[in-house]
């Protein structure tokens, strides 16, 4: 499965942006994870075919909305409400099989990856 992304863009704090990503076929698991200059990767959220399980960063929760239109094989990040510290090049990834939600937020849980999409909050 291949992924693009897209929707980055340079906002001041307290902005919102809406991150997309469509996959080339149908996958199980949709997430996003992002990487801060100097720093590790990290989870940001993901969720399963149906929603059935969704989970969040603590750092993102209440701010970020993950979703996903089916019909085009496309995953949604609303991120509201950004902080500078959101700053980060934000990758999707995808698992085309179900997996038990403890392991939604693990990178090597993913079987492809996006080319991320850099996000830039001043403020």
């Known amino acids: 499965v291949q992924l693009q992304a897209s929707g980055g863009g340079l906002v001041q704090a307290g902005a919102s942006l809406r991150l997309s990503c469509i996959a080339s076929?149908?996958?199980?698991?949709m997430g996003w994870f992002r990487q801060a200059p100097g720093k590790d990767r990290e989870f940001v959220a993901a969720?399963?075919?149906?929603?059935?399980?969704?989970r969040y960063a603590d750092s993102v929760k209440g701010r970020f909305t993950i979703s996903r239109d089916y019909a085009k094989n496309t995953v949604y990040l609303q991120m509201n409400s950004l902080k500078p510290e959101d700053t980060a090049i934000y990758y999707c990834?995808?698992?085309?099989?179900?997996?038990?939600?403890?392991?939604?937020?693990?990178?090597?849980?993913?079987?492809?990856w996006g080319q991320g999409t850099k996000v830039t909050v001043s403020s």
């Open positions: 990834a995808t698992r085309t099989r179900r997996i038990i939600v403890q392991y939604l937020g693990v990178a090597d849980s993913y079987d492809s």
């Open positions: 076929g149908r996958t199980d698991i």
């Open positions: 969720n399963s075919w149906g929603g059935g399980n969704t």
